[in-house]
């Protein structure tokens, strides 16, 4: 099975940038496609963006223009990096790992990594 490991979360004010990371750990199959969602409390889990095996990549139009997602397939590792954040950005953020073509849709990931937190100040 697969394990997907998120890191990079934290604080920042409104206006800032971060970058997460998310470590694939598994079998390649799983790196069909690799997704980053986040979860606000209170809300569904959302679908941000995606990238294939072949780097195609997808994008939610909350986010398009101001998350960028990539990956290096020699660390087996996927970024997103988040700029222009606002408060409304402020969620749980997990990567998620798919056998599927990609699509924003949680439900046709498999496998989940536990999240990281970020929060962005006003």
């Known amino acids: 099975q697969a394990q997907l490991v998120e890191s990079g979360g934290g604080s920042v004010p409104s206006g800032g940038s971060l970058s997460l990371s998310c470590a694939v750990f598994?079998?390649?199959?799983?790196?069909?496609?690799v997704g980053w969602f986040r979860q606000a409390p209170g809300k569904e889990r959302e679908g941000l963006a995606t990238?294939?095996?072949?780097?195609?990549?997808t994008y939610a139009d909350s986010v398009k223009g101001r998350f960028a997602i990539s990956q290096d397939n020699a660390k087996n590792t996927v970024y997103l990096q988040m700029n222009s954040l606002g408060p409304e950005d402020t969620a749980t953020y997990f990567c998620?790992?798919?056998?599927?073509?990609?699509?924003?849709?949680?439900?046709?990931?498999?496998?989940w990594g536990r999240g990281t937190q970020v929060t962005v100040s006003s």
């Open positions: 598994g079998y390649s199959y799983t790196r069909r496609c």
């Open positions: 990238i294939s095996g072949l780097g195609g990549t």
């Open positions: 998620a790992a798919s056998q599927y073509f990609c699509s924003l849709l949680s439900t046709r990931f498999t496998f």
